[in-house]
């Protein structure tokens, strides 16, 4: 599943045949094309004169949300049981990211999806950094990701459930994070962006590639007003700028040198 | 007559086969073959002005267990939860009747659509909480399959109050209420509020709040078509027309004090269409009164309020409209990105509108001052005179601002203690009020929608208790006051 998240050329053009997961993608955020474009319209057509189909879509539909929730519930006992690091770390392990504590080597599930449990020692050890790239992560499951009051460096690229909402939870990190990644996550916008000034101490952030941002050049000079101590990286400021009558007319492409 | 000069004169023209159409398929063209036929009997018999069978289509229907009067959001919001919490499928029918389809003078649309949860009462609070919970997965209770999913367009940016040295003391209680609820709010002093938001003017202002999380602004548009189109799916019928009239029925009980009380119950609503004299009367079990600035003309079509005054009978619905003016206004060196809403010791608010440098706000005149609501005109020199002037005190770039444009919209204020009117009416056994909410009813309508579905379905709120809500209040003297109202 986090596989096919991952990969961006398969993120929005899913086949419709494949098992469940294609019949469900809510219907019009996806440009289909070509014979995917022909599948989708007999489904839209049964789904509109068969009550059967739109009740079945409807059921996947809730099934593949509640999937999501299962995934980030919130792991009050661990906490209690093994401190708030460990169940932090074990909450993005079992998404498919990759923790590291402090003074010690990043954790990583590998490909079935195992990790070591050696994390479950280290009591004191707070988490140092997080990788979540392309993990389900939403609203709920923050919960657990702020149970990491020591949080140095986050990466949240590609996870498609990060919106707003999320970005405005994450000030109780405002004290340690000094590097943040939003690259590529679909629901991010510049309205998010906004509550993200409470992170005072951040040095680094990067928001390149979010497909939500309407004006992607202007944002991130607003950002960059906002957070002034912070290297913003990730858009140019020049891109969406029109070229004079008098200049000649470039390749979009490549970036005018700032 | 006529049914043997069907199959007579038109007999032929049915089963022959034209070009175009297909064998055995009738219903796809009911609506062309129904003109069809109108057409050739008229040809039959040219004299008679007989109109055979009649075009309803923009006619509600004759029966409807639930008929709510109003469709913002507040309506809507009542109808989703009613549909949402019905124990079988299919159970309840709802009819939804709005005067106009065009929304042109509807609050919800004209609102500035801000939610937050800095109140004083805690039903309030705990209302925007899960209102602020609704919005968040507003993809999953308003999902309809093959539509795309809902952008709300929310600013999660906050709301920051100020407070002057004599509500300082007010405030902090407020806050300590907020909190107990498990809203997410700081205060902040001056010092602080200057390190966080340099381009503030922090003179007279002696403590601030400040909202973290769930407070912010949305498009309240996009909240009525989610939930338009949801209700849609689920079956919920809508009308364009105006109650004019309700039938009621009454019943002379004994109370346990043995007095005796009539008890109204309505059980025909009469909807007249637009531009016309044509009505249809919708037999009804419950009607809601959703009616936001005009509900208390709907309550007296039930007769509420006429009476004796001073008893029960004679107590009005005190909801009136109150116009406000809105002004978007433009200030390039303005404050930046993470400004909240910010809302000013005068009562003058602002925020900002978009990435440039737009921002739009407002400010609730006196009681004296307040505009005559015949018509949505706006006032021009209002904003010179009584919003300018408090806006460029506390932010001074606002000293060189320029206005954009303006529109004004009516709060359903309730002049007895602006909060809502919730849950039935004591007299009129099926008439429920959800109106009345004073300028904050777009935050509040998920959570108020299904606190109306809980009482009808249930007979009594179960999730959030919104009992000092109720009608009764207004009879019984005692004010459910909110203290921050903007």
């Known amino acids: ?258 | 007559m006529i049914r043997r000069v069907l199959p007579h004169g038109l007999g032929r023209g049915l089963l022959t086969r034209r070009p175009g159409t297909r064998r055995g398929g009738f219903s796809l063209d009911w609506d062309g073959k129904v003109s069809e036929i109108k057409k050739k009997i008229k040809s039959i018999l040219p004299g008679t002005p007989c109109d055979v069978l009649p075009d309803t289509s923009h006619l509600p229907p004759e029966h409807s267990d639930v008929v709510i009067v109003g469709g913002g959001v507040l309506g809507l919001s009542v109808a989703y939860w009613l549909k949402q919490l019905e124990n079988r499928r299919g159970g309840m029918q709802v009819l939804v009747v709005e005067r106009d389809h065009t929304y042109s003078q509807a609050s919800t649309g004209l609102s500035v659509g801000g939610i937050c949860q800095q109140f004083s009462l805690p039903e309030n609070i705990q209302l925007s909480l899960f209102s602020a919970s609704f919005l968040r997965n507003i993809n999953e209770y308003l999902a309809v399959t093959n539509a795309p999913p809902l952008d709300l367009q929310f600013n999660p940016s906050g709301y920051l109050l100020l407070a002057s040295e004599k509500d300082a003391a007010a405030m902090e209680s407020n806050v300590k209420v907020q909190k107990q609820e498990g809203a997410k709010v700081c205060l902040m002093s001056p010092d602080q509020l200057r390190n966080k938001f340099p381009w503030i003017n922090t003179e007279g202002v002696a403590l601030a709040s400040y909202g973290m999380e769930n407070e912010g602004w949305f498009d309240p548009w996009c909240l009525l078509h989610g939930l338009r189109q949801k209700l849609m799916s689920m079956g919920v019928f809508f009308c364009q027309g105006e109650v004019t009239r309700f039938v009621t029925s009454s019943q002379r009980m004994m109370t346990t004090d043995d007095e005796m009380v009539t008890l109204k119950s309505i059980h025909e609503v009469h909807v007249k269409m637009d531009h016309s004299l044509e009505y249809q009367p919708v037999e009804c079990a419950i009607v809601i009164n959703a009616a936001g600035a005009w509900s208390a003309q709907i309550a007296a079509l039930a007769g509420i309020g006429k009476g004796p005054p001073g008893t029960l009978q004679g107590t009005k619905l005190p909801v009136e409209p109150r116009k406000r003016y809105v002004y978007v206004w433009h200030c390039p060196q303005g404050p930046g990105l993470e400004t909240p809403l910010v809302a000013d010791t005068s009562g003058a608010y602002f925020r900002r509108e978009g990435l440039g440098s737009n921002y739009l706000g407002g400010r609730s005149p006196a009681e004296e001052e307040e505009p005559d609501p015949a018509n949505l005109e706006v006032d021009h020199d209002f904003f010179q005179e009584k919003v300018w002037p408090h806006l460029a005190l506390r932010v001074p770039a606002f000293e060189t601002l320029k206005v954009q444009t303006a529109w004004a919209g009516y709060y359903d204020y309730n002049t007895f203690d602006q909060n809502g009117v919730v849950g039935p009416h004591p007299l009129v056994v099926n008439m429920y009020f959800a109106t009345g909410f004073s300028g904050h009813g777009l935050q509040q309508a998920p959570g108020v929608g299904r606190a109306v579905a809980e009482m009808i379905l249930e007979g009594s709120f179960q999730t959030i208790d919104l009992s000092p809500f109720l009608f009764n209040r207004f009879y019984l003297g005692e004010k459910t006051q909110e203290n921050n109202i903007m």
């Open chain 1, 1 to 258: 599943m986090e596989q096919e998240l991952g990969d961006p050329s398969l993120r929005l053009v899913a086949p419709m045949w494949n098992g469940t997961r294609g019949i469900h993608r809510l219907g019009g955020a996806v440009v289909p094309e070509g014979n995917q474009k022909k599948e989708r319209k007999m489904l839209q057509f049964l789904n509109n004169h068969f009550y059967d189909v739109e009740a079945l879509r409807g059921y996947l539909l809730q099934r593949e949300m509640s999937k999501v929730h299962l995934k980030n519930r919130s792991f009050t006992w661990l906490e209690e049981q093994h401190g708030p690091y460990s169940a932090g770390a074990f909450f993005i392990l079992k998404q498919g990211g990759a923790v590291k504590f402090r003074d010690k080597e990043w954790i990583r599930p590998d490909k079935y999806g195992h990790f070591s449990p050696e994390f479950w020692n280290f009591r004191e050890v707070p988490v140092e950094a997080v990788d979540a790239s392309d993990c389900e992560i939403n609203y709920e499951g923050l919960d657990n990701l702020l149970l990491l009051k020591e949080l140095q460096s986050l990466s949240l690229q590609r996870c498609p459930h990060v919106d707003d909402w999320c970005l405005s939870r994450l000030y109780p990190l405002a004290d340690s994070l000094q590097e943040l990644s939003l690259a590529g996550c679909p629901r991010v916008s510049e309205r998010g962006l906004a509550c993200l000034h409470h992170l005072q101490n951040l040095r680094r952030l990067d928001i390149s590639d979010l497909p939500a941002v309407s004006n992607p050049g202007l944002t991130q000079i607003l950002v960059e007003e906002m957070l002034p101590n912070c290297q913003v990286v990730g858009v140019d400021w020049a891109e969406g700028l029109k070229l004079g009558p008098e200049e000649q007319p470039q390749d979009t492409a490549s970036p005018v040198p700032a």
